[in-house]
């Protein structure tokens, strides 16, 4: 191509080459004329574009199905990933006056038709306070979570001004269930439980797309609330509280306290307290007595003496007879229920639950060993549990007088939440060894070590004492058939500003199984439980809370993988010969 | 020369058109899958919302306390009795009754046994040979004639 116009050059003479710079001077003009304004239109979209960025903002991007999927709150599940908490979308029943964009009636019917309507798929509203409200022509909630079938009936009345927006609501499947432990959700931040503790991973946008197990199995926790709660309203008991804890590990696989709140809809009076229960100075419904609650727990703590004596060596024999007589000791006198007869030892004194033998055991050993004891069971400090609610327990403090430990010895002069019992006596039965309580699920392998308490020999025995406990002593009505259980009752008046209340007891029943192999511990607790015809007229332990862990260990047994075996139990051969069975 | 450079040029806007069209065809097809894809997507999510409340209703509607109260007022189930429970097939036999006299003879199934029926058989006397050795020496395991004629002995 280029040669061509230096070929013609030449030929034509220095006019045409003139001709031809000019012609293709004005072809480049033409051609720079035309590229010109397409150049500015570009520049004009370009400018226009950015305009519209300016002006809209950006555009949507269309969200990853991940972002969709991912729950504004993350999911708490059970130690088998059944939902305790989670987030969805829940109708909600709106009331929009402008719905029908007329400048008419918002409704089509009358508000006494539309109220009448409404009152027969939601049998708890109030006809006439709804007729008044739709009347008042204000948008507003008239009820909020509704099932899919009541969303759909209201849709059949159908009037445009009752809409049905979905609504990001926590909910809670179980309803009251395990509610102290989960605690519950306001705007947006979780209060009291583990919504409280869990806030920072389940709002954290890496971590809230997976669920948080925590230690709970839903079946037992259901078990363990449905046993409380008979136990506890056919006694009349104000309270009662349970826990359920795997002894090797620390888990809390159950924990409830009774009365409960409802997490799905927390009303005032479940914080602060019914008028009655504040004029009864009573603890509200969201109050934990499992964790926080301090009580005198009781004959409870006497197989805690006995098991840091036989630690310590002072208890060596077990056939030898303690004076069972009332122990005078700094002008008081302290006694049993009822006398026992002159002379008991250590596995007669358990069984029959005798103070005194105990107080003279304790004695011997000395204020100070049963004082390491209690603090190596981690009895003087607040529970190890992540909940926030967790109280101090009461004690006699540094320097223990020779009455102070006769009294501690059988759980008298010293408070401690449920949960502190429950961790000292998985210690009891595990071979010795105090591991902090926990609500996160353990995986296999990874359990605290923990701290040596008792000796594995000492633990060895105080099962065999556990265990003639529920077979010939008190805790007779919490030896569920096969599942060799071992436990020690407690029945402790409450004390008020007037010295003891004989009428208004604490009973406790501290249990574990199976007991040649250990493998939780059970706690069931009344609080001020009274005599009835379900319970022939009493009120200590052995006649409420041991027959609830009676029915609650068969329940539980089978979910959690510990079989009945009426062929096997402890070996207490050697044991068995040291009880009479004259003294009842 | 011209001509040459004239079919050239043709031939160049032929290439070209060629694989504009082809880029053209691909850039739809690439979005029209995209745009199923991103309609897909928004189905599983719609999908797994539903799946969603559809198990957070059957949860409530079954929730523990809810199964306890029908097990109270309908069904009266209580949990299993020690002795409803069976530790090893030994103690399953244990049930079974001694044949009465003039009971009818038990039906019997007729099936070809199959050499992989039994445990391959591990001698002792290997064992002894090596006491060093881990690994046992493994006898064949029996042919299927061996085999008829094992369980004919045994009868």
Redesign the interface.
């Known amino acids: ?1 280029a040669s061509i116009p230096i070929d013609s050059m030449v030929a034509a003479g220095p006019l045409r080459v003139a001709n031809k710079r000019l012609e293709s001077l004005l072809v480049a003009r033409m051609r720079a004329l035309l590229l010109m304004p397409a150049f500015g239109l570009i520049a004009v979209v370009a400018l226009l574009r950015i305009a519209s960025f300016g002006v809209l903002g950006a555009p949507d991007t ?1 969200m ?2 991940e972002q ?2 991912l729950p504004p709150r993350g999911e708490i599940t059970d130690r088998n990933g ?2 305790l908490a ?1 987030n ?2 829940a109708f909600a029943l709106w009331f929009n006056p402008a719905a029908m964009k007329d400048g008419g009636s918002p409704l089509v019917h009358t508000p006494a038709e539309v109220a009448a309507k409404l009152a027969a798929i939601f049998p708890e509203l109030d006809r006439a306070d709804v007729a008044e409200r739709l009347a008042s022509g204000k948008a507003q909630y008239l009820r909020r979570r509704l ?2 079938e009541e969303a759909n009936k209201v849709f059949e009345i159908g009037e445009p001004a009752l809409e049905l927006p979905a609504e990001k609501e926590r ?1 809670y ?5 395990a509610a102290h432990v989960l605690g519950y959700v306001k705007d947006g931040k979780g209060y009291l439980g583990m919504e409280a503790v869990l806030d920072d991973r389940l709002t954290d946008e890496r971590l809230r797309g997976q669920p948080s197990a925590i230690s709970l199995d ?2 037992v ?3 363990l ?2 046993e409380l709660r008979k136990g506890m309203l056919s006694v009349n008991a104000r309270g009662a509280a349970g826990v359920v804890l795997d002894v090797d590990t620390g888990e809390v696989v159950a924990l409830a306290s009774l009365p409960a709140f409802d997490p799905n809809d927390v009303k005032p009076t479940d914080l602060i307290g019914t008028e009655e229960q504040r004029r009864l100075k009573q603890p509200s419904n969201s109050f934990n007595s499992v964790t926080y609650q301090v009580y005198e727990l009781g004959s409870t703590f006497k197989p805690i003496t006995i098991a840091s004596a036989i630690d310590a060596g002072v208890v060596r024999d077990l056939g030898l007879r303690y004076d069972a007589k009332p122990v005078k000791v700094a002008g008081r006198t302290l006694a049993d229920s009822h006398s026992l007869g002159d002379t008991l030892n250590v596995p007669e004194a358990l069984i029959h639950s005798s103070n005194t033998v105990t107080a003279r055991v304790a004695d011997k050993l000395g204020g100070d060993k049963l004082r390491d004891t209690m603090r190596s069971l981690g009895l003087d400090e607040r529970p190890y549990i992540e909940l926030p609610a967790r109280g101090q327990p009461l004690g006699p403090g540094e320097h223990w007088s020779r009455i102070t430990t006769m009294t501690v010895s059988y759980g008298h002069g010293i408070a401690v939440t449920p949960l502190h019992l429950a961790s000292a006596y998985a210690a009891l039965v595990n071979g010795g060894i105090w591991r902090p309580a926990t609500l996160l699920k353990v995986e296999p392998g990874t359990e605290v070590k923990g701290r040596r308490v008792f000796k594995e020999d000492t633990s060895a025995r105080m099962r065999q004492l556990l265990r003639m406990v529920a077979v010939y002593g008190t805790g007779r009505s919490a030896d569920a ?3 060799r259980v071992g436990g020690k009752t407690g029945s402790a008046e409450k004390p008020s500003a007037h010295g003891y209340r004989k009428k208004s007891l604490v009973s406790t029943f501290a249990a574990a199984f199976p007991m040649d192999d250990p493998r939780y511990v059970v706690i069931a607790m009344l609080d001020e439980p009274q005599g009835t015809t379900a319970s022939s007229y009493q009120r200590t332990a052995a006649w409420n809370a041991a027959p609830i862990v009676g029915k609650l260990i ?2 539980i ?2 979910m959690l993988d510990v ?4 062929s096997r139990d402890v070996d207490i051969s050697d044991l068995r010969p040291l009880i009479r069975s004259d003294i009842e | 020369m011209v001509r040459g ?1 004239r079919l050239r040029q043709i031939g160049w806007a032929i290439c070209i058109g060629v694989v504009f069209a082809g880029f053209m065809l691909l850039t739809f097809r690439v979005n029209a899958v995209k745009s199923e894809v ?1 309609r897909a ?1 928004r189905e ?2 719609v999908l ?2 539903e799946k ?2 559809m ?3 059957f ?2 509607r079954a ?3 809810q ?2 109260d029908w097990n109270a007022i309908e069904f009266g189930y209580a ?5 409803q ?1 069976l ?1 090893t097939e030994r103690q399953l036999a244990s049930f079974s009754a001694p044949r009465a006299a003039d009971s009818p003879p038990p039906i019997r199934f007729a099936r070809e046994m199959e050499a992989s029926d039994y445990p391959a058989l591990v001698s002792p006397l290997a064992e002894h040979d090596n006491p060093g050795d881990g690994e046992p020496e493994k006898v064949a395991a029996p042919t299927q004639g061996e085999a008829r004629i094992a369980l004919a002995s045994f009868d």
């Open positions: 191509m269309p990853s199905m969709r999927l059944l939902p989670r969805y979308d099932l899919p909910f499947p179980q309803g009251s269930m839903l079946r926790q259901g078990a609330e449905d058939p096969g599942y068969p329940r047994g089978p079989r009945p075996d009426l | 450079s991103v997507e599983i999510v797994e919302r969603l409340a198990e957070t209703e949860e409530t929730n523990q306390q199964l306890a949990s299993p009795r020690a002795d429970f530790e």
